[in-house]
């Protein structure tokens, strides 16, 4: 028969351990990151005006980047705590532990790429887009838009996609990350 714990004071501080710690941090960044990745950004577009709906991208962003920057390290710690060997073992990328260690440490660089270059990057040409439209009296879609507007819509379309896929990128490796701590546990 299982044992069966009595909830009390001292059951519900030892909740408080590396692991159940673990598992929040986790369930909040990819909650966190799925959120902002297929619906809070849509639902954003979809309800405000595509200058406001850029403002909010502009504010909203640097927070979620460093969010996760913030959460990734910290479940890195946690994982290297929790997996003593790890660092003897780091560069062996076979091993499980270090194959998840270099899973966080991916979503930390392509959320730091977003957060300190791209992202600053696509801020600056889409407010420059905003204002060119300003001058020219045209939205940046408009048929006879300026030469220069049509180096800028470029410059944002790479710019934004980049900023996509390393999202995606990130959104992936925790999507892995978290299938594997389901199966196999931390």
Known sequence: MAHVEVVSPASFLSTVSPKGVYILGYGWLYGMSVWVSFFGGIIALRTLPRHQFGALQHK????????????????????????????????????????????????????????FVVGPMTSRTMFQR?????????????????????????????????????????????????????SYGL
């Not at 980047?65 to 390290?73: E, V």
């Not at 003897?88 to 998840?100: E, H």
């Not at 990128?169 to 701590?181: E, S």
Request: with cysteine; aromatic share 10%.
């Open 60 to 115: 909203t962003f640097p927070i979620y980047f460093s969010s996760s920057i913030g959460l990734s390290s910290a479940l890195l710690g946690l994982w290297a705590y929790v997996h003593p060997e790890l660092l003897a073992n780091i560069t062996s990328p076979l091993r499980a532990d270090v194959a998840q260690a270099y899973v966080l440490g991916t979503v930390i660089a392509l959320q730091s790429c977003n957060q």
């Open 130 to 182: 905003h204002k060119l439209e300003k001058e020219e009296g045209k939205n940046y879609d408009e048929p006879g838009v300026s030469a220069q507007m049509k180096a800028l819509n470029t410059k944002f379309g790479m710019l934004h996609g980049m900023s996509s896929l390393a999202n995606l990128g990130a959104v992936i490796a925790l999507t892995f990350h978290g299938l594997w701590i389901g």
